[in-house]
């Protein structure tokens, strides 16, 4: 009798409760119910490898599950969707050879067919690398057989680095950006797919017409709607970026957000060439953000990517809207565009997850846009040092417990799915990966038996990479 719950892990459990509260259980009970819910997640007493069999028969009772169910991870694994705050340094395990977090990621902000160039091109910034890299590489989507298989490609990529969630921008194409979404569907990836709207700007050979876009936007989410994904995949407004899209097509497509309730994906402040073109073809606007604002596009579901050179008022138009920051450092550096200060977006109360940005970032994995992420937030720290000189204080950088948060519930925050997914809260849908650290096949990840949990998890985030994750559940689904 597993009174509804159908698995149970028993072992280290780490999950982030916000930005600032991280929350490490060394001896965790954490029950799943048969339609992939957290049911139940308990302190078990005494340090890891103290766990008797006593204490596990007293816990099936008093939460009603068979033994049966019970899967133990090693002395040297833990599951993670959050992580754990300096408080937990001093926790040391013997013998961590190896490490298992579920650690669910999610990728605000990711390019699906940019991923065929990932790695290269990233030689321009931004409005050259779109011309020259961008355009005619999505272009090619227009070949329904090789939009199967770049994106079967690009959505396994990122599953197998972890990402849980991701933020797909698609093309303009509707068969292409369907079969995306029917990929993310098989697979068990939850995702929002957006095809992407452009009628101005782009080269004449990869645009569309403003009617032809509204049309295809609704046809695309119908389909999407009508898939059996138990609300995994979802579409998503995408006017690529005010510079591409007529101020018709953006009023349309806020209609068909505000019409359907869909969130609305776009790009806002990532490049000073960007900003002042959407600045010349909108001087009625009092600014970049504004123009989002002014044609309904800025609402509390919106995702805004790179936010890089804001200004204080356009800050208050986004918090004041509540929309959500996709914050992608290795873009920001790879195509030249700048530092995001999100060290201060998170003072200012506005909601910050990470991308990837591929392939305007190199990488697709999540630990990469962690590790970038710190390294952004270092590169602020140092230029404002000098703050203190005006009695300012310098930007603080972001720590590993902070950049764990905005890979997963940060990110959940931003996507509007922080009740569904984030962290393992009793009542959320289990998104996990499970973590592995245990050497060979040249991983590059090393613990030795000084090694406490934090290091472990700060040598994964660092050094890890697909070698290190074992297995990925959405949904309770084991997907990979
Ligand atoms: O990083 C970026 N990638 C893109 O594809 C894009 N399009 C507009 N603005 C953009 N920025």
Request: aromatic share 8%; net charge negative.
């Amino acid at each position: 009798m597993t009174g509804g719950i159908e698995t149970v892990f028993v072992g280290c459990i780490v999950h982030s409760k916000s930005l600032t509260e991280l929350e490490v259980i060394e001896n965790g009970l954490l029950g799943l119910t048969a339609e992939g819910k957290v049911a139940f997640l308990q302190n078990l007493v005494g340090n890891r490898g103290d766990l008797c069999d006593e204490t596990l028969q007293n816990a099936s009772q008093t939460f009603g599950f068979d033994i049966s169910v019970v899967q133990k991870l090693t002395a040297t694994q833990f599951l993670l969707p959050g992580f754990v705050s300096h408080l937990w340094a001093s926790l040391l395990l013997d013998n961590v050879l190896t490490c298992a977090p579920p650690n669910e990621q999610i990728d605000t902000h990711i390019h699906a067919p940019q991923y065929v160039f990932t790695g290269t091109g990233c030689d321009l910034p931004l409005l050259q690398w779109l011309e020259k890299y961008t355009f005619p590489r999505e272009q090619a989507f227009s070949d329904p057989t090789y939009a199967q298989s770049a994106y079967q490609r690009a959505v396994t990529r990122t599953l197998r680095n972890g990402t849980t969630t991701a933020a797909y921008y698609a093309t303009i194409h509707s068969e292409a950006t369907k079969i995306l979404a029917t990929i993310c569907a098989e697979t068990g990836q939850r995702a929002f797919i957006g095809k992407v709207c452009m009628d101005r700007n782009s080269p004449s050979t990869y645009i569309e017409s403003t009617e032809d876009s509204l049309k295809t936007t609704n046809e695309v989410a119908d389909f999407i709607s009508q898939l059996s994904t138990k609300g995994r995949v979802k579409p998503i407004i995408t006017p690529r970026f005010a510079a591409s899209c007529t101020s018709e097509l953006m009023h349309g497509l806020a209609n068909i957000a505000k019409k359907r309730d869909l969130p609305i994906q776009t790009h806002l402040s990532e490049s000073h060439a960007e900003i002042e073109m959407v600045e010349k073809l909108h001087p009625e606007c009092s600014s970049y953000t504004a123009v989002y604002a002014d044609h309904g596009l800025l609402t509390n579901k919106t995702v805004l990517a790179h936010c890089v050179h804001l200004s204080p008022s356009e800050r208050k138009l986004v918090y004041d809207a509540n929309a959500g920051v996709a914050h992608c450092p290795n873009s920001n550096f790879s195509i030249l565009s700048g530092v995001c200060n999100v060290r201060r977006l998170l003072q200012e109360g506005i909601k910050v997850g990470l991308g990837t940005d591929v392939a305007g970032g190199y990488s697709a994995s999540m630990m990469d846009a962690m590790r970038q992420a710190v390294i952004a937030s270092k590169v602020t720290f140092m230029n404002s040092r000098d703050a203190s000189k005006d009695g300012r204080k310098p930007w603080q950088p972001l720590n590993l417990g902070e950049v764990l948060y905005l890979a997963t519930l940060g990110g959940a925050k931003v996507l509007g799915v922080d009740g569904v997914v984030g962290n393992f809260e009793v009542g959320k849908e289990f998104d996990a990966v499970l973590v592995d650290l245990k050497p060979g096949d040249g991983r590059c990840v090393d613990v030795f038996g000084h090694d406490g949990i934090m290091d472990s998890i700060e040598k994964f985030v660092y050094n890890g990479d697909d070698r290190n994750i074992a297995k990925v559940w959405v949904g309770g689904r084991q997907v990979l």
